[in-house]
């Protein structure tokens, strides 16, 4: 049995950092690409970051660049998404997933299009960025 469990969020202000993490069981994250989302209430969830399974690569969304850093620890089976100077729009539940055998297009469509289809997903960690 495949489960994703995130934990690290928290409520944060405005220009704090938090430490997002995933761990998976059931599956080897050496054969899968990796992604974070988003989603608020009432609006579409939005991928954030992938990492595909050929390479360490890493992709952003255009509003999360040089803020947010995607990493996963093999040894661990774990993923991670390192966020810093937070703001109140980064405000979501977030979640990770995973895909087997994902590539480059899978990354492209996560950050850049929200046309994408994962494998296995967690059940998400709010993350809240208020004064």
């Known amino acids: 049995q495949v489960q994703l469990v995130e934990s690290g969020g928290a409520v944060v202000q405005p220009g704090g950092s938090l430490r997002l993490s995933c761990e998976v069981s059931?599956?080897?994250?050496?054969?899968?690409?990796i992604g974070w989302f988003r989603q608020v209430p009432g609006k579409k969830r939005e991928g954030v970051s992938c990492?595909?399974?050929?390479?360490?690569?890493?992709w952003y969304r255009d509003s999360v660049k040089g803020r947010f850093i995607i990493s996963r620890d093999m040894s661990k089976n774990t993923i991670y998404l390192q966020m810093k100077s937070l703001q109140p729009e980064d405000t979501g539940r977030y979640y990770c997933?995973?895909?087997?055998?994902?590539?480059?297009?899978?990354?492209?469509?996560?950050?850049?299009?929200?046309?994408?289809?994962?494998?296995?997903w967690g059940q998400g960690t709010q993350v809240t960025v208020s004064s």
């Open positions: 990492m595909p399974s050929s390479d360490s690569s890493t």
């Open positions: 059931g599956v080897s994250l050496g054969e899968y690409a």
């Open positions: 997933a995973t895909k087997l055998s994902g590539g480059w297009p899978l990354c492209i469509a996560t950050t850049q299009s929200d046309e994408y289809e994962y494998d296995y």
